[in-house]
């Protein structure tokens, strides 16, 4: 699936590709990155010509989304070898992009070898952060950029609406709030921990990034039932999480409209590694 270097993807990139994989409601979706990343990506910085990193890539929606940017290579790391089966398998055919099971602690790659590292949704799965960003830097090239897209406590609790799915998680199940809040740091203690690292430059802005657009609410529906085994989810027991669905899919249906478009609220830090 090469495609040719463009400043931009498709708004409809995150419902175009259908899985081969298949789970007890038949076919799902490839989620991809949306144009709302896009676009704030490309204020920081372009990925055209570049060798990147994608630590932490998880199914790779990244990783293919730096490869449609033009970046000349792109490498996926994430520990998680079931999660990997899923990402060679959505980016099949992409001629540019590698996947490789590896610990964010300590990459099996060389030194001062990419021009940009990407550490999504990472940071407070690690037991160091500092260990984490001090890799980051190892593998960068001098003038090399870091960018890391997560979420602070205060991303976490955003109120619930129509777009943010997720604060209804919390609302509903209060004892996910302390399990997502734990390890998560604040704007400060991350900017702190890049400029101890030596880099400039420092950008530390929010991100409005859409997930997903659902036609209707029995589609939502679906898809929380879909996140339980990637996501905080996994923490509800089978009932537990019937409950919740229900829950959302009703204060949901409750707002009107057919068509649901969920948008997360992020944290992007951006930095550049001097020498």
Known sequence: MNTSPNASLSSTTNTSKINKRTENDGAITVREADQSWVDAIAKLVLPKNMHIADIGCGEGIYTRAFSRLGATSVIGIDSNPNILKDAVEDSEGIGNVEFREGDALNLDLPDQEF????????????????????????????????????????????????????????????????????????????????LAHGLKGLVNQKLFEVRNVYPDVSVLEADLRRRRGRSILIHLKNQELEDLIEYICSQVSALGETSITEIDRWSLWYAQKVK
């Open 115 to 194: 021009d940009l590292v990407h550490l999504r949704s990472l940071l407070h799965h690690v037991n160091s952060m500092q260990q984490t960003i001090a890799e980051a830097c190892r593998i960068l090239k001098p003038g090399g950029h870091l960018l890391i897209q997560d979420r602070t406590p205060e991303d976490v609790l955003m109120p619930p609406s129509r777009e943010n799915i997720r604060g209804y998680f919390f609302e509903h199940s209060p004892k996910l709030v302390r399990i997502e809040c734990e390890n998560r740091f604040t704007e400060l203690d991350l900017s702190s921990a890049i």
